[in-house]
């Protein structure tokens, strides 16, 4: 089974607008497979902001989701698997307008169907911005693979997660 790269996955146009570059992941435990921790970073701007001139929550929202995800699809990839998210539960902690936010990852636990991540998000300063956990659930990779899109239902409909 391959390993996944995700520079290597297509982003969709939201993905793409989030900015959220993944800067490494790796695994601190005894096995070289599978993934524990993962780091990143968005540079955040105007392009970013909500009315008011600082980075919308949505970005926070987005960048939690999206780091949880890769790092326990990285988890589990090589097993023929990937990770969706089921819970998402961010708090945004201190307003930012712009500059670097660096994203680290780390998983809290990693069960066989079931992972929950934690990811902070900081400022330049090293503040602490914006705090997330993610509970997702691992599934089986799409025959067609990663880019086959969403599991189709009977009548050719998404089904549900």
């Known amino acids: 089974m391959p390993t996944l790269n995700f520079r290597d996955i297509p982003q969709s146009p939201l993905t793409r607008a989030l900015g959220l570059i993944?800067?490494?992941?790796?695994?601190?435990?005894?096995?070289?497979?599978?993934?524990?921790?993962?780091?990143?970073?968005?540079?955040?701007?105007?392009?970013?902001?909500?009315?008011?001139?600082?980075?919308h929550g949505a970005v926070y929202t987005g960048a939690v989701e999206t780091a949880a995800s890769v790092g326990a699809t990285a988890s589990v990839y090589h097993l023929g698997?990937?990770?969706?998210?089921?819970?998402?539960?961010?708090d945004f902690v201190r307003p930012v307008r712009a500059g670097r936010l660096q994203v680290t990852a780390r998983a809290a636990q990693q069960g066989r169907t079931l992972q929950l991540w934690d990811v902070d998000i900081s400022d330049e300063a090293g503040k602490l911005v914006a705090k997330g956990r993610v509970r997702l659930a691992i599934r089986p990779l799409p025959?067609?693979?990663?880019?086959?899109?969403?599991?189709?239902?009977?009548?050719?409909?998404?089904?549900s997660a």
């Open 22 to 55: 993944i800067d490494d992941l790796g695994n601190d435990g005894d096995s070289d497979q599978g993934c524990t921790w993962l780091t990143g970073h968005i540079d955040a701007g105007p392009e970013h902001h909500q009315p008011m001139g600082i980075v």
């Open 81 to 90: 698997q990937f990770a969706v998210g089921v819970d998402n539960f961010t």
């Open 143 to 159: 025959e067609a693979g990663p880019e086959s899109g969403p599991e189709a239902g009977p009548d050719g409909t998404e089904g």
